[in-house]
């Protein structure tokens, strides 16, 4: 994540198909990030975009009171939105820049979320950010999936998911060592990256998430 900006400043653009431009701008009295798919306004495939910016800001809705999380600020138009700006930088640019960040934070902030049954099913060093209070956020919801009350007896294996992926991150990037429970954990991937790849390549890909 860039620093504060007194003016806008893009972070993402949107190339490839179905990536949202990403902007930091001024709003009121605060920075706050919008992401936007208007480019497809007026096309074919508007409604795919109208889809995407609808499932991403009613995850927000849901996690509007999870403190690891940004805040919706506003939904902009069926195009796009605008949520909190956390201040900071991700977790592969805080390692990098020398911080010393605590897996037990992640992993709280990653147990927020289960406990409110939602699997997030696209952690990786860009989506978990480093406030420079030493806060973590977890951002972009696009692939994330809410367990729904009939399904919640699998609520403990899809978990795994998030699990596994964050397990990555400590051991490669916060370079620690796992504990016997956590390599079993990560032994069980070959399951995970199945459901991941039906989610994230099948099932979003026909909304043109992917």
């Not at 798919?37 to 499932?55: D, E, M």
């Not at 919706?72 to 820049?97: A, H, P, Q, W």
């Amino acid at each position: 994540m860039t620093n504060m900006h007194s003016e806008e400043a893009s972070i993402q653009k949107g190339k490839g198909l179905f990536k949202a431009d990403v902007v930091v701008s001024p709003f009121e009295d605060r920075m706050v990030v919008r992401k936007d798919y208007s480019r497809y306004r007026n096309t074919l495939l508007s409604p795919i975009a109208s889809f995407i910016i609808g499932r991403e800001t009613k995850l927000l809705q849901r996690v509007r009171d999870i403190p690891c999380c940004p805040d919706l600020v506003r939904v902009d138009d069926k195009f796009s939105f605008t949520m909190e700006y956390i201040d900071g930088k991700n977790v592969r640019e805080s390692v990098r820049d020398g911080a010393r960040i605590r897996f037990h934070d992640i992993l709280k902030a990653i147990n927020m979320l289960h406990r409110n049954d939602i699997i997030h099913n696209d952690l990786r060093g860009a989506n978990i950010l480093v406030d420079r209070q030493g806060g973590i956020f977890i951002v972009d919801f696009a692939s994330a999936i809410v367990i729904p009350r009939p399904l919640r007896f699998l609520k403990t294996r899809l978990r795994c998911l998030d699990l596994a992926s964050v397990l990555k991150i400590k051991k490669k990037l916060l370079n620690q060592p796992l504990t016997e429970k956590e390599l079993k954990i990560m032994s069980g991937r070959k399951w995970l990256k199945a459901v991941q790849y039906v989610w994230k390549q099948q099932i979003l890909r026909l909304f043109g998430r992917r």
